[in-house]
């Protein structure tokens, strides 16, 4: 017998047929979860990109950063700043990431909200010019754009 539940999302309802990881995780006496809220926590990514990449997760089941209340989405971004802290305290990072999977065709395989805050450090990749937009490929690199559309004051030498 199949057990699901159905969630909803700002704009799709999906259909739970295996447990949900950080419903689990909020449970778990593992040692990953290192900050939280009343309705949030923050806890180590399991298989992080770079030192200090940590998940911010509501402790209750929420599919969508988009379905959160102003005042619930205020207090996510509270716990972003405060473990943005401990992070350059632990870590010393040179720029951050933020990102949320918003949808499968985002990526997303977890459905339920976490807000990935990646630290990022000079020479973890090769070139890190566009950051996120290099998500799609070839859509990093914006210099030649710039420079096609008279943009050039804009680019760095």
């Known amino acids: 017998m199949t057990l699901w539940r159905s969630i909803r ?5 999906i259909k739970m047929t295996k447990k949900c990881f950080f419903c689990d995780a909020k449970c778990l006496d593992d040692g990953q979860i290192f900050a939280e809220t009343n309705n949030f926590y923050a806890r ?4 992080p990109v770079t030192r200090g990449h940590c998940e911010l997760v509501p402790k209750e089941h929420i599919g969508s950063l988009f379905s959160l209340s102003s005042d619930l989405a205020g207090e996510l971004f509270g716990l972003v700043q405060q473990v943005k802290v401990l992070i350059d305290s632990e870590h ?5 990431n933020l990102g949320v999977n918003e949808g499968e065709a985002a990526g997303r395989t977890q459905h339920h909200l976490h807000v990935h805050l990646i630290p990022r450090y000079f020479g973890d990749v090769e070139n890190p010019r566009g950051g996120i937009r290099n998500i799609i490929p070839g859509k990093g690199n ?16």
Do not use: A
């Open 9 to 13: 999302t700002s704009d799709e309802t």
């Open 44 to 47: 180590w990514d399991d298989i």
């Open 92 to 96: 010393s990072p040179d720029g951050y």
């Open 142 to 157: 914006y210099d030649d754009w710039m420079r096609e559309h008279d943009r050039d004051d804009y680019l760095d030498d």
